[in-house]
C-alpha cells in the first residue's frame, strides 16, 4: 500500500457478545420512514412501494457509552431509537432466505439528528446529510449473533430519556421487514461483510439537551446509551 498524505481513520469496531472479535463497521444505510405513526408525527405519508434510503459515514459512529458534546449548527437535536443489522456474508439480488442468512447479527442503535436542519433540506427538496450524517451522530451497542437471538418478531423497541419513557414501540411495526430491507437495498448495492443496516425508528422522537441521558432497548439484546455534553 502506498505512503498516504494523512493518516486514515481506523474503522470503528463494534463488540460482539461471546466473540474475542469485533465486528468492523464498513458503511451504514438508514431506512427512511419504516413505521407508520413516526411518519405520521413528521407529517409525511409511508411510500408503501419500496422502502427509501440514507447513509450515514462510518467514521462518524461511536460506540455505546460514549459521552457526545451537543452538536453545532443545530438548535433541535433529536433521538431515534432502531434495530440496527450487521451484515455477515455478500449480498446481491438476494432472495428473502439469502437475506436471512446474511444477518451476522443485531443490534439496538441511535440515529442521532439534527432535526431542524433535516427538515429544512427537506422542504427545500435537498440531501439530508447536514441533518443526518453528523460527528458521533451514530451510536452502536454491542451487537447479538443472530444465531442467540432468533427472528424478528413483535419484540419490544424503547427509549427513555433520563428515565422516562418515549419511544415504545414493537418490531412488529416495521412496515419493510429486515429480509425485505436487504433484498431491495441489494439490488442496487454489493452488500458485504462490515455493511450495517438501521430499520428506522418508531414514533415519540424528540429533542435531547446537554447533560441528558439517553438509553434505549431492544429485548434480548444489548441496551444502547448516551451520554449528552455542553457543545465545544
Not at 449548527?73 to 455478500?90: D, K, R, S, V
Not at 415504545?168 to 429486515?178: G, H, K, M, N, V
Request: glycine residues 8%; proline residues 7%.
Amino acid at each position: 500500500m502506498p505512503q498516504t498524505l494523512f493518516p486514515i481513520p481506523d474503522p470503528i469496531t463494534v463488540p460482539v457478545l461471546g466473540e474475542a472479535a469485533a465486528f468492523p463497521v464498513h458503511r451504514i444505510f438508514c431506512v427512511g420512514r419504516n413505521y407508520a405513526a413516526h411518519a405520521a408525527e413528521m407529517g409525511v405519508e409511508v411510500d408503501r412501494e419500496a422502502p427509501f434510503y440514507f447513509t450515514k459515514s462510518a467514521v462518524n459512529a461511536v460506540r455505546s457509552g460514549t459521552n457526545t458534546p451537543y452538536p453545532p449548527g443545530t438548535e433541535n437535536f433529536h433521538y431515534e431509537m432502531e434495530l440496527a443489522l450487521a451484515i455477515g456474508q455478500p449480498l446481491f439480488r438476494a432472495t428473502k432466505a439469502e437475506a436471512r442468512t446474511a444477518i451476522y447479527g443485531y443490534g439496538c442503535a441511535l440515529d442521532m439528528t439534527r432535526r431542524d436542519l433535516q427538515i429544512r433540506e427537506r422542504q427545500k427538496q435537498r440531501p439530508w446529510d447536514l441533518g443526518k450524517d453528523l460527528e458521533q451522530g451514530t451510536v452502536l451497542a454491542p451487537f447479538t449473533k443472530s444465531s442467540d437471538w432468533g427472528p424478528v418478531t413483535d419484540q419490544r423497541i424503547w427509549l427513555e430519556l433520563d428515565g422516562e419513557i418515549k419511544q415504545d414501540a414493537t418490531l412488529a411495526e416495521l412496515i419493510w421487514s429486515c429480509e425485505e430491507i436487504l433484498c431491495h437495498l441489494s439490488r442496487y448495492y454489493h452488500l458485504r461483510p462490515g455493511d450495517v443496516v438501521l430499520t428506522g425508528t418508531p414514533a415519540g422522537v424528540g429533542p435531547v439537551l446537554a447533560g441528558q441521558k439517553l438509553k434505549g432497548g431492544i429485548d434480548g439484546l444489548q441496551d444502547v446509551t448516551l451520554q449528552l455534553t455542553d457543545a465545544e
